[in-house]
């Protein structure tokens, strides 16, 4: 079902990748455009067209290469190949970037990418961590390209430094087996059922995500799990004592044993708002002026009892039920 037409850059197409990927989709419409960043026609569409918008793939080069010092998981986040994703999340971050824009975009330079990656960590006197999954799902994006494959084996050569990035599919299978040497994160970000059916409409179910969890850290590489976004919706603090009920029951020992936990509080915003209540008008609605105010220009936060009382409730079912693993932060 995926995808319906494709926009690309004609230079991808001097890139072996692009050229695998005109391959692939061969039968679909393929559509010249100027630029990935500026797409007059896509641009224009109403909010209710973004579920279709989301249908489509578009291809380019990337170009901007800017490294963003991080001190959360990682030492920088840094622009990878691919951004935006084919995911429904009502709340999703790249919506704040994007707009209803925030369909799937693949950059073919990946060799490009890699090599600046390896020759920073090169200069480097200590072993960095780069986080290269931040503006996309590098595991949903590996179905259609094989990137996140190639880029495990690659770097895994380099024998220097590490690469992490979050998740929520479940599609690890082509991983598996692959020389990673220990240099690979997969961090798995998790939530209620509930809440992911609600709200995070083209995902993997939570049983499904810590599966793959489970697999990936039985084949040596290193798992996080992200509690995110936390989200205070009716009967929250029943939906989150069970899910972590569930963590606790269905994660491996050495997953326990391992694995780092970060959680994330929601942050709203205008445009999602505005986006959700016309192409999801039948879905709950995220914004609760009642519990929320305001953080930044056009942006919604929990309100700050609110947010303290979600993080003692959740440090405590943690506590209780998780006590072997660490929580690395609470945003």
Known sequence: MFPDKIYYEPAALDYELGRLLKEKYNA???IPIESHNKIDELRTSPNKDFTL???HLIIGVRKTHKYVPNHKVSDFLVPYTSSGCTAMC???YLVCNYNKCAYLRLFVNRE???KKIIDHQAKSIRENTYEIGSNSDLILENTITDNLSWTIEAFAKNNKGF???PTKFNQVDPLLGL???GRIIVRMSVNPQSIISDFEPGTSSLNARITALNKMSEDGYRVG???APVILTENWKHLYSEFITI???????KVKRTALIEIIFMTYSYVHNAINSEAFPDAVPLYNKEQMTGRGRGKYCYRNDLRTDGEIFLRNQLEEKLKEMTILYIV
Not at 247 to 253: A, G, I
């Open 28 to 30: 679909i419409p393929w």
């Open 53 to 55: 918008l989301k249908k």
């Open 90 to 92: 009502h709340y999703c």
């Open 112 to 114: 490009q990418m890699l």
């Open 163 to 165: 690469l992490t990035f």
């Open 179 to 181: 020389h990673h040497g």
């Open 225 to 227: 799990i992200l509690i």
């Open 247 to 253: 963590l606790s029951q269905q994660l491996t020992e």
